[in-house]
């Protein structure tokens, strides 16, 4: 292995904290990483990885090691991306809420790859926080307004949302005509796998929002378990307007409250600060703000 190539494992091994993980990774045996570890710090004339039964880390030696190694394998993908023709290559990996992959991810993916033959895409579905160096991930497409300050963000779009409730549970209920008059209206509690608090609702009156938590008899953690119980008549769900448009054409929905709309959400790509943005992550995130620009 020559010495770009255990740079790329050696990172790689730094950001699983595992050298199966990152073997798997590269398609190699995990004695092969073992041993171009051991390589790396004979060279070196140091030690590089700190191993416990758990875990790998760095040493003080290591983590400067991989700091500089990120810096030059950057360099090297930007210099080769420079030339004319060239176009990245190898694994991609994001993880994306479900929802937003197979509405706005997948549809388009194979002009993407079309585009990008030699990039392959690996696409884990979550809404958790995740560890993105640690776990591999290059970036991360969530909703809301970005928390973690160990990642950068790119805005795609802001998503539209609307007040919904079947025609069976507005004939038993009656349909408001205003947030004021929500006495006696029961909403699908959602519950946030971040905080694990219960979300309210959220209304624009009069140009300021306001936060109504109603009582409910369910609450569910995910946006596709919300319209399923709220088509069943459980009670008033708020969720972005695209994933309601079949729900709407059906009938098994209908909206209430539009001139109290509840605010846009945004979407947001977020990637680590620790790395330069790869060629590969760069073209991925420009066409997905183009593909979010085309459908949002």
């Known amino acids: 292995?020559?010495?770009?190539?255990?740079?790329?494992?050696?990172?790689?091994?730094?950001?699983?904290?595992?050298?199966?993980?990152?073997?798997?990774?590269?398609?190699?045996?995990?004695?092969?990483?073992?041993?171009?570890?051991?390589?790396?710090?004979?060279?070196?004339?140091?030690?590089?990885?700190?191993?416990?039964?758990?875990?790998?880390?760095?040493?003080?030696?290591?983590?400067?090691?991989?700091?500089?190694?990120?810096?030059?394998?950057?360099?090297?993908?930007e210099a080769e991306g420079a030339f004319t023709g060239a176009k990245p290559k190898g694994l991609l990996r994001i993880d994306v809420h479900g929802t937003l992959a197979r509405?706005?991810?997948?549809?388009?993916?194979?002009?993407?790859?079309?585009?990008?033959?030699?990039?392959?895409?690996?696409?884990?579905?979550?809404?958790?926080l995740v560890d993105a160096i640690r776990?591999?991930?290059?970036?991360?497409?969530?909703?809301?307004?970005?928390?973690?300050?160990?990642?950068?963000g790119r805005k795609m779009a802001d998503l539209d949302q609307a007040t919904v409730a079947s025609p069976d549970y507005l004939a038993r209920h009656g349909t408001p005509a205003h947030p004021d008059a929500l006495d006696g209206h029961l909403m699908v509690g959602f519950v946030s796998t971040v905080t694990g608090s219960l979300l309210p609702m959220d209304f624009r009156i009069e140009g300021k929002s306001?936060?109504?938590?109603?009582?409910?008899?369910?609450?569910?953690?995910?946006?596709?378990?919300?319209?399923?119980?709220?088509?069943?008549?459980?009670?008033?769900?708020?969720?972005?307007?695209?994933?309601l448009a079949a729900d709407l054409a059906a009938g098994t929905l209908v909206e209430i409250l539009a001139d109290f709309p509840p605010d846009s959400m945004p979407v947001h790509v977020l990637y680590p600060h620790s790395r330069q943005l790869s060629p590969r992550v760069r073209v991925f995130i420009d066409w997905l703000a183009g593909e979010f620009a085309r459908q949002v």
């Open 135 to 152: 776990e591999g991930i290059d970036c991360v497409l969530r909703v809301g307004t970005p928390q973690d300050s160990t990642m950068i």
């Open 1 to 77: 292995m020559d010495r770009i190539d255990a740079m790329r494992l050696f990172t790689r091994i730094v950001e699983r904290r595992s050298f199966s993980l990152a073997a798997q990774d590269f398609g190699l045996p995990r004695s092969s990483a073992s041993e171009t570890v051991k390589q790396l710090e004979a060279r070196l004339g140091v030690r590089l990885l700190q191993r416990t039964t758990r875990q790998v880390g760095t040493t003080l030696d290591g983590e400067a090691y991989y700091r500089r190694c990120l810096t030059i394998l950057s360099d090297i993908e």
């Open 103 to 128: 509405h706005f991810v997948v549809p388009g993916l194979p002009r993407f790859l079309a585009a990008y033959p030699d990039l392959k895409l690996h696409i884990g579905e979550g809404d958790r």
């Open 210 to 243: 306001r936060d109504v938590l109603l009582p409910t008899s369910v609450t569910v953690t995910t946006g596709e378990t919300m319209a399923a119980a709220a088509s069943q008549g459980l009670g008033l769900i708020q969720v972005p307007r695209y994933r």
